[in-house]
């Protein structure tokens, strides 16, 4: 068993949901991201997104697509995030899952990320703009180590609900409103609606991403899914203590706390 | 598999969108045959863009060039001065069927955010353009005519400032409004069914050419010339001759700076296989798969992707592709305004300067159709600025 199903596993039996914080890898550097994701761990993560920084993200607002710029600026690229994943294995057996753009994957070969994930320790792969009809190679994955986690949105009929659960393994990456990633004073109206239409289809956990920030929002997705993500939020408090590490590290680490709290 | 082209095209976007694809498919099967929506479409084409455009026997070119017979097919003289029209046209009359109250579209030179921003006006839907930066700075004549017809034209700040960014901020704003809006991308590029539907209201140009060449000639073409960028212009003169074998097909790509120096916007000459707006295609891009910001002269080309079924076409050698520097466009750009009295746009300018390397080479029994696309006007002030001349 895959370090993410053990963990949704473990958390079933307490009835308690996941808190899934998202940082992009070398945001400010891969140095800092190492010591923010002990940070993560030791302020209440159960497992962490981490974001492969990505010239052209589509699905991502502002706050991502800066963070993506910064990383990149700061020279980070997959080789870089694969020896970040084995250096942090050393210390911390939190399930890891990267996120990123199919470009990204396919120009490195799949087969090769494949591999050296595994190798690595990398959990799962979360593709935000490869669905399961263009990913066949991802599908042959399900008998391997690394969990492959598809996105449902809103807008997918019952059908796609249904391809994407028979695609998907270790959870279903639920995204709330119809829009990109980033903070939103409200959560979508239809939320709840569209995810007991998942719920009938699918005996997966359920992880509700893309414009959750405050406590009041997680704490109410919580109550109907197995995992809240965060990421705009979080990476607000890194760029705001882009000069000062410690100052960085507490302030995410004490939002990191009051989120996990609030959905407890 | 559906929606590609040999291993090229696909639908690589995020699952929001899948719906609207599927509805925007689902729209198109149905109208694409329907005798109301064409009678429509057509009489817009004739009444409104002003088609059939001239096929045009450029004799001064010809015999200035020496060699074989050129054709302009006149796509320049389209209402808005550009072939994009005929897709903003199609589209929008799509988007109407589909119930769609907004309208928002990517440009680069702005030549398409023209097109859209008219089609708007007539159909009386609230539009957007995305519009980087840089391309407003360089077409500021273009922003302002969108302005006039009632648009409004949003600055992209983000990556390049160029028409990549636009099409990435369009993209993000129809994933958040996707279910009253409508996305007229302007060219064949992006997530299935796209490239087919921009393709198919293009090919008028190609279906016009084919019948006019054979009335004026008696006889198919020996070679058809475009420039690409995404590649509209040149797939709807190019596809109606597909099954034409006798026909070469030429694509002319923007080598910028030249090819050596990086900066260019050859994405099939110099590129490499990766996906880039949606769609599995020819792109810049680095080792690592950062797309890699284009560079040419011509705001129209400087795009670092292609349309899958050019891809498609290259990897089956159904047409091949050359690239032009930003200097040899220049040099194209002057010789159709002196030769012909036309000023064309930088972005056709490309290809005419193709033809002086081509025509020669070929004899005086052969014809060589070339898709005039647009008209030059747009880039005058540009022009000028760049030969250093004070206007």
Known sequence: MNRIEKKFGELALEDETAFIPYITAGDPSLEATEALVEQLAESGADMIELGVPYSDPLADGPTIQQASQRALQAGTDLDGIFNLVARLREKTEIPLILMGYYNSFYKYGFEKIVAKAEEVGVDGLIIPDLPPEESEKLEELKEGKLATIFLLASTSDIERIKLVNQASRGFIYCVSLTGVTGARSELAPNLTEFLTRVRNYSELPLAVGFGISTSEQAAQVAKHAEGVVVGSAIIDRIKDNLDNREAMLAEVGKLVKELKDAIR | ?391
Not at chain 2, 172 to 197: A, F, L
Not at chain 2, 242 to 247: G, L, R
Not at chain 2, 308 to 313: K, L, Q, R, V
């Open chain 2, 1 to 391: 598999m559906k929606g590609y082209y040999g291993e090229f095209g696909g639908r690589y976007v995020p699952e929001t969108l899948i719906a609207a694809l599927d509805e925007l498919e689902a729209a198109y099967r149905k109208y694409k045959d329907d005798p109301d929506f064409n009678k429509e479409l057509d009489s817009y084409l004739s009444d409104y863009v002003g088609r059939e455009t001239p096929l045009y026997y450029a004799e001064r070119l010809t015999k200035e060039l020496g060699g074989a017979k050129i054709y302009l097919k006149r796509e320049d003289l389209n209402h808005t001065g550009a072939h994009k029209v005929n897709n903003t046209i199609g589209q929008i009359l799509l988007a109407k069927r589909m119930g769609k109250e907004r309208i928002i579209a990517e440009t680069g030179a702005g030549q398409h955010g023209v097109a859209t921003a008219t089609a708007a006006a007539i159909f009386d839907l609230d539009c957007e353009i995305y519009m980087g930066l840089e391309d407003i700075e360089r077409q500021s004549l273009n922003v302002f005519r969108m302005r006039l017809l009632g648009a409004e034209v949003v600055p992209v700040t983000s990556g390049s400032q160029t028409l990549k960014d636009a099409t990435n901020e369009a993209i993000r704003d129809w994933v958040t409004n996707v279910e009253h809006t409508h996305y007229i991308i302007g060219s064949v590029v992006g997530p299935h069914p796209y490239p087919e539907i921009v393709r198919d209201f293009q090919a008028v140009i190609g279906e016009e050419a084919r019948e006019q060449i054979l009335e004026l000639e008696g006889k198919l073409p020996d070679y058809l010339v475009a420039c690409v960028g995404g590649g509209s212009n040149a797939i709807g003169l190019f596809h109606p001759f597909f099954a034409d074998d006798e026909v070469n097909f030429v694509g002319v790509e923007a080598a910028g700076r030249g090819l050596e120096t990086g900066e260019h916007a050859a994405s099939l000459t110099a590129g490499s296989t990766g996906v880039l707006h949606g769609a599995m295609s020819y792109i810049l891009q680095d080792d690592y798969g950062q797309i890699i910001p284009a560079h040419s002269i011509s705001a129209g080309l400087d795009y670092p992707g292609v349309g899958p079924e050019h891809s498609y076409y290259q990897d089956s050698q159904r047409a091949e592709y050359v690239a032009v520097t930003d200097e040899e466009a220049l040099e194209g750009f002057q010789l159709l305004s002196e030769v012909e009295g036309i000023i064309p746009a930088l972005e056709s300018a490309h290809a005419v300067a193709y033809l002086r390397e081509l025509a020669p080479q070929l004899d005086s029994e052969q014809i060589i159709i070339f898709n005039l696309s647009g008209r030059g006007d747009k880039d005058v002030q540009a022009i000028a600025k760049e030969l250093e001349v004070e206007l």
